[in-house]
């Protein structure tokens, strides 16, 4: 993959070869599991399953079984503490990501090696391919709301980062990027620095001083742009005293942000006074980025899953400009790339790169009594269109037949590679009993309260969920931050109407019945969610990595107890 690397790629070569992976995507997977397992079926791992040199997928299947991050916690555990560094892969690990973390509340460690670099390069490039076709590029830049936290050494002394980290802390990073003719506007210093605060106030004040050469405003989740601009509403006036008297603020105390960002601080009255124009004339900051960045294509990050109740905030600072979600993988590996820019975020979709690893897919279809059975998981080819899956991911990087959590749907496909839609995570599930609502459910509900509360020009700021078991019968407790001080008639209806909205026949019955207990509707202190961000910031997770929990379990202790502390408010359903 590596010769792909050159310092100009051309889009148009990438495409070809994607359409030629693509079109003969069965063929590829099973050329892909056999180098995977050439390179590898000497280790302990795989010896223990008895392949005896077989690489087909049949035998791969027969002998391996499925695995969960648990499973293979202890050989990533000894890998980590420099026991045997070769028990997952032939080629030693040695450098450790550390995956986000938000799901479980804790960051879990995954083996990170040049293979898996490789593939996020070219995942990059090939959406990159795609997207520049329909908004090319020419030579700009991009305010990335990248952050990286530090890399350790583990007791085995590897090298250890939340994934995003090790990706941006790698050379190959820099040379794509300008290869695709968008460095970031920040320094280096900006995007390691130690305090993610002062790299936000620094990223948004690099990115006013290139602000006519910014042409792609991106971050990994959509989050981070968000709160970004949100940030952006309370310092604005701060940063443009900063660019008027050529001195930075104050507030930037980490001694290697502000020399690098110093030197590119000179007196600019002018550039203060235009965007202090800018910002004065918007409504409700309406378009602040289109208004501070003329000259953007287009907003870039992961903008679904998870991300959804971000657009309504996003498309708000976008003023019109085109929203172009990003690709979909995880810190254990890449899966998709999207192939199709011009989709709405909401109907994004993901084609596989059938060369970067193993896929297999578990049908989750239900039963004829509507319980979720568990199948035989199917390969790539065999995926039927409309139908959801787990996916099963086995990669270059030492996970066979790993159990991702995530489950998405086949909406068509490219050539013969399936594209995905990502649904959710399997595990988020808010159940009491018979009930069962995922990720996306809460978000479908806590979508149609919302609206009420728009009415009063009002907006959900944020939200999570738990299950609250201290009551008898059980009942959904769901959190929301909220801008301005609605009156309680509307917040009572807004908690009827979560109620109503979860349609399961599981959670409807049983709330008919008071098997379960009235939803509860908290509402939190302004300000919450940034201490649960902190708090996983805290813990090793790096900002660009972060993703909201949607429901907090209940060995996620901490985060429940800053939620329940900053409780303001709560109302209880009257709608059963
Ligand atoms: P991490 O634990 O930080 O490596 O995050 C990986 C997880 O983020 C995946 O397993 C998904 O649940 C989620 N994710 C990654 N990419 C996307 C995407 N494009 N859309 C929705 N969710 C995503």
Not at 216 to 233: D, K, L, M, Q, Y
Not at 539 to 553: H, I
Request: glycine letters at 6%.
């Amino acid at each position: 993959m590596l010769e792909r690397m050159e310092e100009r790629f051309n889009p148009e070569a990438v495409i070809e070869e994607f359409e030629a992976l693509s079109r003969d995507a069965g063929r590829i997977q099973r050329e892909t599991l056999k180098r995977i397992l050439e390179e590898n079926g000497e280790t302990e791992y795989l010896q223990r399953w008895g392949l005896k040199g077989r690489t087909d997928p049949d035998s791969f299947k027969a002998c391996v079984p499925l695995a969960t991050h648990k499973d293979l916690e202890p050989y990533i555990q000894c890998i980590a503490e420099g026991k045997n560094p070769s028990l997952l892969t032939g080629k030693p690990i040695t450098t450790i990501s550390l995956s986000s973390g938000t799901t479980q509340g804790k960051p879990k460690f995954v083996p990170f090696n040049d293979e898996l670099m490789e593939s996020t390069m070219l995942i990059y490039k090939t959406s990159f391919a795609f997207r520049n076709r329909e908004y090319p590029i020419e030579n700009g830049k991009a305010l990335q709301f990248i952050y990286s936290s530090k890399q350790f050494k583990t007791k085995g002394g590897l090298t250890a980062g939340t994934a995003t980290t090790n990706v941006y802390r790698n050379t190959q990073f820099k040379k794509t990027m300008r290869a695709m003719q968008t460095p970031c506007c920040s320094p280096d210093e900006v995007i390691f620095g130690p305090d993610f605060h002062q790299s936000l106030y620094c990223h948004l004040l690099c990115g006013l001083i290139s602000r006519d050469e910014v042409q792609v405003v991106s971050s990994t989740f959509a989050h981070s742009i968000v709160h970004a601009f949100r940030t952006f509403e309370q310092v604005w006036e701060e940063l443009v005293n900063d660019i008027r008297n050529g001195v930075l603020s104050n507030r930037i105390t980490v001694p290697s942000i502000r020399s690098a960002v110093s030197k590119m601080l000179k007196p600019d009255p002018q550039l203060a006074d235009a965007i202090y124009s800018k910002c004065s004339g918007l409504s409700n900051w309406y378009g602040v980025i289109h208004e501070l960045f003329p000259n953007t294509k287009y907003i870039y990050g992961i903008m679904t899953g998870s991300m959804e109740p971000y657009l309504k905030k996003l498309r708000h600072y976008a003023g019109g400009l085109p929203l172009l979600s990003a690709d979909y993988g995880s810190s254990e590996g890449w899966i998709g790339a999207n192939v199709n820019p011009k989709l709405p975020p909401e109907s994004a979709t993901f084609a596989v790169l059938p060369d970067i690893g193993y896929f297999e897919f578990i049908p989750l279809k239900e039963n004829t009594n509507g319980q979720e059975q568990e199948r035989l998981p199917v390969g790539l080819s065999e995926v039927e269109v409309g139908e959801e899956y787990e996916i099963i991911v086995t990669n270059f990087a030492g996970l066979y037949r790993y159990r991702l959590g995530d489950v998405v749907k086949v909406k068509g496909f490219h050539n013969a590679t399936p594209e995905l839609q990502f649904i959710c995570r399997r595990n988020l599930l808010l159940s009491i009993n018979i009930d069962k609502n995922t990720e996306k459910d809460l978000q479908l509900s806590v979508e149609a309260a919302a609206k009420l509360l728009s009415e009063e020009k009002r907006e959900v700021l944020d939200f999570t969920s738990c299950i609250d078991s201290s009551t008898e019968p059980a009942h959904y407790v769901i959190f929301w931050e909220i801008s301005g001080e609605p009156s309680d008639e509307i917040m009572q209806e807004c908690c009827n109407c979560l109620d109503r909205s979860f349609v399961d026949a599981g959670y409807v019955s049983s709330r008919k019945v008071n098997s379960i207990g009235a939803l509860e509707l908290r509402i939190v202190k302004r300000g919450t969610f940034h201490k649960i961000l902190d708090h996983h910031v805290g813990l090793g997770a790096a900002v660009s990595q972060f993703k909201t929990p949607r429901c907090v379990g209940p060995n996620n202790g901490i985060v429940l107890q800053i939620l329940s502390c900053n409780v303001v408010k709560s109302y209880f359903s009257t709608a059963f």
